[in-house]
């Protein structure tokens, strides 16, 4: 008699967005491997909060690196309650923990970051906001490079998921005169009427995996490794894992300043092309800013690998590490004085009328 066929648990964040793109990839699995054979898999969901979902009011480039949104599920995947993680590539640290590794990375949608103003405004671009106009993100690696090409406009942190950005922004006593979001979330929310304009090399480049969906399971997990590679998009995957091998070289988590853009040119019908990817690091104050490009051809993702860790060279050699090395020092400072607010208040608090 034939066993029944295995459930696999898909989690992720509990967040309207990080729902959506489950599903996103819960459809997929499921259009690939259709119930209406009774020896493929069946699939269920799973979402959960998160420390970064938990902890709105720091700022990210304090609390922490991407472990914030990843590490209770992977918990969750370790203890197999679970059996695949989906995540915004983008907030996936670079390096796993062992045992885990990335299964499945699906066709990118557009990596670029888009400019929403305040309902009732008509400014279409940066350029167009007023002087002094504050814009709203979480990302130092937009603030940086927007600080070098926009010095007249302020730059102010906005958290929680996409739906309270959008209150904090349409509040009529909100500060905010527009955001910059990554495009690849507003589409994906339905909300892509909102897009005033994309904002786009060379005057922001992206993020880092910016864009695409990832799937995280157990190494030793030899059925849910032969489904996921049923997911994967070759060229996103090379591009990607490219873009991933610079930001690891340069030690950079998800609040460094570290942007890029990356191409893939195919060639013919076999896996293969050239690829070609600039990457920058900007200070904090837009100050300095190092950019370079690389092209090579490759022939494997461990060759895409090899370009993204060669650019992070040339640009640690050109610039980046003095840049890199203030802003950690930087970080440290900001994190102690948080720290020292920290405990005065509990000590405050512990003293209250006792005097």
Not at 50 to 67: E, P, R
Not at 112 to 138: A, F, I, R
Not at 162 to 169: E, G, I, P, Q, Y
Not at 272 to 285: K, R
Request: aromatic share 4%; hydrophobic share 40%.
């Amino acid at each position: 008699m034939s066993s029944e066929p295995r459930i696999f648990t898909l989690a992720s964040r509990a967040s309207q967005l990080a729902q959506i793109q489950t599903n996103i990839v819960l459809d997929t699995l499921q259009t690939t491997f259709p119930s209406s054979n009774a020896a493929n898999p069946k699939f269920a969901t799973l979402f959960m909060s998160t420390a970064g979902d938990k902890n709105q009011s720091q700022a990210l480039f304090l609390i922490g690196g991407k472990s914030l949104w990843t590490g209770e599920l992977e918990v969750a995947l370790k203890e197999r309650v679970v059996d695949m993680l989906v995540h915004s590539f983008k907030d996936v640290p670079t390096v796993l923990p062992e045992g885990f590794v990335i299964g499945a990375i699906l066709k990118r949608e557009d990596p670029v970051d888009s400019l929403v103003v305040k309902k009732g405004e008509t400014w279409k671009t940066l350029e167009d906001l007023p002087d002094g106009s504050v814009v709203g993100t979480s990302s130092v690696r937009r603030v940086a490079q927007l600080r070098r090409n926009f010095p007249k406009l302020n730059f102010l942190d906005v958290r929680g998921n996409l739906n309270t950005r959008f209150a904090k922004l349409d509040a009529p006593d909100g500060p905010y005169a527009a955001l910059i979001l990554a495009k690849a979330g507003i589409v994906r929310l339905g909300m892509g009427d909102r897009i005033s304009s994309d904002i786009t090399p060379p005057s922001l480049y992206h993020a880092v995996s910016q864009g695409a969906l990832a799937v995280e399971i157990r190494a030793d997990d030899a059925e849910a490794v032969r489904l996921c590679e049923a997911l994967t998009h070759w060229e996103t995957e090379w591009t990607c894992l490219a873009e991933r091998a610079c930001l690891r070289v340069l030690e950079g988590g998800c609040s460094v300043p570290v942007g890029v853009a990356t191409s893939l040119k195919a060639e013919g019908a076999s896996k293969s092309g050239i690829l070609t990817i600039t990457g920058c690091v900007t200070a904090l104050d837009g100050s300095i800013h190092v950019e370079e490009t690389l092209e090579g051809q490759v022939e494997s993702k461990e060759d895409a690998e090899g370009v993204g860790s060669k650019l992070a060279r040339i640009l640690l050699e050109n610039g980046a590490k003095a840049i890199l090395d203030e802003i950690n020092v930087d970080r440290d400072r900001r994190v102690g004085e948080v720290k020292t607010a920290d405990e005065a208040a509990k000590i405050a608090t512990a003293t209250q009328g006792q005097a």
